[in-house]
Every structure is written in structure tokens, then in C-alpha cells.
């Protein structure tokens, strides 16, 4: 009779473990969203912070595919927001989604993520992240361990600044030969930024060995590479946020 329950108590044990690991390899990782804690344009005085539209875009196609996705900012806490426009209606429903304009006003800082978390780490952009992402050693270390351990990033207009100082282990900067897309030196200048931001993003990405692709002004145009997907402009962050989860489903 031991020896029955034994073998019935053994056997429960084995399946339990083996609906655990199914479970958890059937469970997707989050996604990673970086948004900018600067607030000013350089020495003009005017006010920016994360482009709205460039998190809420994205975030609706990543979210309805039922992906959780956390919020970091190099400082921590409720960064600021340019582009704030609730006529568009995917503004609007990021907006008063208490869960997740909680969790952007609450966003990690670098120390507190755990990259073995992340299937994706995207970078949105704002004009304020040409001031913030480039030169933070934990964001760039966070996105190649998570590149390394075969994830995604991603970036969509002045996002892919943080892209510029990300190196692999092999030693190589992260876009060095790979395909890039990210606002423009025209678009920089159509906006009259050209003399204000600490640098054009098209030509640091270049430097960089990106082989830097674009299109008109305003013009949708996401380019992916090994893993590495990149948007124009504002006009571009639904289509990166379908180019993620196109990766995400191969």
C-alpha cells in the first residue's frame, strides 16, 4: 500500500513539474520601455520630455497582443511628456489606462531592472532623450545583455539615440553594419534643433557604422535588422511597435 501511494505521489510530482516548465516556457517575457527624464530643450528654455504618441502607439499593439510591458527612465519616478495631444484617440486610451499611466509614473530607474525579464527593450523618443539615453552605461548594458540573450531592441525617432553607445561582446557597437533608422538630419532641421541638440542623431549613427537608411519628411519608414528594429519619426511608432511583434511571433 506504501509503496502504491509512493509510486501515485511520485507520479503527480513528475506531471506537476512538467506543466510547470511548459507553463513557464509558454509564458512571454515583458517589453521594455525607455522613456527620457530630460525636460528641456537645451538652452532654449522650452519644455519636452517622451513623445506621447511614440509610447502610446506602440504600447496598443504590444499590449492587445497581451504583452506586459514596465517603464524605465534614467532618473526614475514620473518623467515628462511632450507631444500630450488626447484628440488621438491612442493617446487618450494609454492616457486613462490607470494601470499603465501608473506604471509610467512610477518608471524603474536602470538598477532596478532585471534584463532577464525582457524579450524587447524599446526606446521611445521625445527630444529629450538626445540629452539622456546616449551616455547612460546601465541602459546601454541593459540592452546588450538583452540583444545577447537573443532579444529585440528597438528604438523609433530620437529613441535610437540610446542605441549609439551600445556595445556586444565581441566588442562592436550594437549597429555597426546593421540597418538604421532614426529622425533625420532634415527633420532636425525643419524643426530648427539642429544647433541645439548635443548632436545629430543621423550622423552619430553613422560614426557608429550604421548604414543609416530614410525617407521623405514625416514619412512612415521602420527598418529591421538582425533583431534591431528602428523608426523615422513619430509618424513610424505604430509600425515599429508591428515590427516588434512580428519579431516577437517568429
Not at 516556457?25 to 528654455?45: A, C, E, P, Q, R
Not at 499593439?61 to 518623467?79: M, N, Q, R
Not at 546601454?140 to 551600445?166: Q, R
Not at 550594437?174 to 529622425?183: M, S
Request: net charge neutral.
Amino acid at each position: 500500500m506504501k509503496k502504491l501511494a509512493f509510486l501515485i505521489l511520485a507520479i503527480f510530482t513528475i506531471g506537476f513539474a512538467q506543466a510547470q516548465t511548459k507553463k513557464s516556457k509558454n509564458m512571454k517575457k515583458k517589453i521594455l520601455f525607455v522613456v527620457t527624464s530630460h525636460d528641456k530643450k537645451g538652452s532654449t528654455g522650452e519644455d519636452t520630455g517622451y513623445y506621447l504618441g511614440e509610447v502610446s502607439h506602440p504600447w496598443e499593439v504590444l499590449h492587445k497582443a497581451g504583452y506586459e510591458i514596465d517603464f524605465v527612465s534614467p532618473k526614475g519616478g514620473t518623467p515628462p511628456v511632450d507631444g500630450f495631444d488626447l484628440k488621438d484617440p491612442v493617446n487618450k486610451e494609454f492616457w486613462e489606462n490607470k494601470e499603465y499611466k501608473n506604471k509610467i509614473d512610477h518608471s524603474m530607474t536602470p538598477s532596478q531592472v532585471n534584463p532577464k525579464e525582457y524579450s524587447t527593450i524599446f526606446y521611445a523618443g521625445g527630444h529629450g532623450a538626445m540629452w539622456d539615453f546616449a551616455d547612460n552605461k546601465e541602459l546601454s548594458d541593459i540592452a546588450s545583455e538583452i540583444y545577447e540573450n537573443g532579444g529585440i531592441v528597438a528604438g523609433v525617432c530620437h529613441g535610437p539615440a540610446g542605441l549609439v553607445n551600445i556595445k556586444l561582446n565581441n566588442g562592436k557597437y550594437l549597429v555597426d553594419g546593421k540597418k538604421i533608422n532614426a529622425f533625420t538630419n532634415e527633420e532636425e532641421a525643419e524643426v530648427k534643433l539642429t544647433d541645439v541638440v548635443p548632436f545629430l542623431l543621423e550622423n552619430k549613427l553613422k560614426e557608429r557604422g550604421a548604414q543609416f537608411e530614410k525617407s521623405g519628411l514625416w514619412q512612415n519608414h521602420v527598418v529591421t535588422d538582425q533583431r534591431v528594429i528602428t523608426g523615422q519619426n513619430p509618424q513610424s511608432a505604430k509600425s515599429v511597435g508591428e515590427a516588434i511583434l512580428k519579431e516577437l511571433n517568429k
